[in-house]
């Protein structure tokens, strides 16, 4: 490799130490997990390590594939910025992989001292984070599944192709506590994952609620679902008004009450699951829970949950998606998403759970 600008290729020898860059969301490092196990079959001896801030830092507690989490907390940045990078410094890598695109994941991929720093092309980055990398992988088209996006990186290193896996498993006592969580949860489960990061996501507390009745009785076929809502401590006045709309159906309402370490021992037990475009439905998904997403300002072609695209369900309206974090229509796209369309695709997820089995 002579310029960056030209597209990786395999690197020799093989790293001894491995630094991946992704600090951010919740759905992004769980949808570059299986880059992780792609380089952990590729190098096993080697020591792999993950630049990650707090709020996802969960998904990499106990995780077989990693080495070491090297976490930011941005709660009191500056101050804790120097310290974190002090840390890179010393992990002493000899490839750095930055997935985030932005100024500080290139500046953390730079200052790790690393001889192979890998980056998205200048295309696809932003605040200028492709002048921190010395190879940069192929331009990815916007709208490709990031996860594919992720797995370009392996093969710009030349590593071998491999089953598409996240590794997330939950602990003996974190399946403990979530069996004591759900004890008086009648089985079949319905998982209602409640918010989103991002406000012009999230869908209306009274469809939400619809859906949730219509699927609490027994339908052709399919059984009557106990539903589970799961959401943060940000999401507990929204889970309160899914409540208030459910007319007496019975709920378990465990908003405010779960960490990302008890929804990857959560959502096994639970038949299905429904919700708009967050960490949580990815969760789902890679833990092998089927997802009904709802997608409005965000698109589904580029984020849908690996294995449950075709469950999708996007609003229809010209301006979807537009990418806006605060809607200036009142969230017209989540609203012309119908409880029966929900509940209709909840139950082709359930037919493709029974028929996988």
Same mark, same amino acid.
């Given at each position: 490799?002579?310029? !960056?600008?030209?597209? =990786?290729?395999?690197?020799?020898?093989? /790293?001894? #130490?491995?630094?991946?860059?992704?600090? %951010? =969301?919740?759905? $992004?490092?769980? #949808? &570059?997990?299986?880059?992780?196990?792609?380089?952990?079959?590729?190098?096993? *001896?080697?020591?792999?390590?993950?630049?990650?801030?707090?709020?996802?830092?969960g998904l990499l507690d106990h995780h077989r594939w990693l080495d070491e989490a090297i976490v930011y907390d941005r709660t009191h940045a500056p101050w804790t910025f120097i310290p974190f990078l002090m840390r890179i410094r010393k992990g002493h890598f000899d490839l750095a992989i930055d997935l985030q695109r932005h100024?500080?994941? %290139? @500046?953390?991929?730079?200052?790790? *001292?690393? =001889?192979?720093?890998? %980056?998205?092309? =200048?295309?696809?980055?932003?605040?200028?984070?492709?002048? @921190?990398?010395?190879?940069?992988?192929? !331009?990815? /088209?916007?709208?490709?599944?990031?996860?594919?996006?992720?797995?370009? @990186? *392996? $093969?710009?290193? *030349?590593?071998?192709?491999?089953?598409?896996e996240f590794g997330l498993a939950a602990? $003996?006592?974190?399946? &403990? #506590?979530?069996?004591?969580?759900?004890r008086d949860a009648p089985r079949p489960i319905l998982a209602v994952i409640l918010g989103s990061s991002w406000p012009s996501r999230i869908y209306f507390p009274e469809s939400t609620a619809a859906v949730i009745r219509k699927l609490a009785r027994p339908g052709a076929g399919s059984p009557a679902l106990f539903p589970v809502l799961l959401g943060g401590s940000g999401e507990t006045k929204l889970a309160g008004e899914v409540m208030r709309h459910l007319d007496g159906v019975r709920a378990l309402n465990l908003a405010g009450r779960t960490s990302i370490r008890d929804l990857i021992a959560i959502f096994p037990q639970c038949a299905v699951a429904f919700g708009p475009d967050s960490g949580p439905m990815h969760?789902?998904?890679?833990?092998?829970?089927?997802?009904?997403?709802?997608w409005g300002a965000t698109a589904a072609e580029r984020s849908a949950p690996w294995g449950f695209a075709e469950l999708a369900i996007s609003g229809a309206i010209p301006c979807h998606p537009c990418y806006l974090r605060q809607c200036p229509i009142g969230r017209e796209c989540m609203r012309r998403i119908s409880p029966e369309e929900v509940t209709a695709n909840v139950g082709r997820a359930l037919a493709m759970r029974g028929a996988a089995r």
């Open positions: 490799m002579s310029s !960056p600008e030209a597209i =990786a290729t395999q690197i020799a020898p093989p /790293p001894r #130490r491995v630094l991946i860059v992704l600090l %951010g =969301a919740i759905g $992004d490092v769980v #949808r &570059a997990l299986p880059l992780l196990g792609r380089i952990r079959i590729a190098w096993p *001896g080697a020591h792999i390590a993950w630049a990650v801030e707090p709020n996802s830092s100024l500080k994941s %290139g @500046f953390t991929s730079r200052i790790s *001292g690393a =001889a192979d720093r890998f %980056g998205f092309a =200048a295309p696809n980055t932003k605040e200028f984070n492709h002048l @921190f990398s010395n190879h940069r992988i192929a !331009p990815q /088209p916007n709208m490709r599944l990031k996860l594919l996006q992720y797995q370009a @990186f *392996g $093969d710009a290193l *030349g590593i071998a192709q491999s089953p598409i602990t $003996d006592d974190e399946r &403990a #506590r979530a069996l004591e969580m759900l969760i789902a998904a890679a833990v092998g829970c089927p997802v009904v997403s709802l």
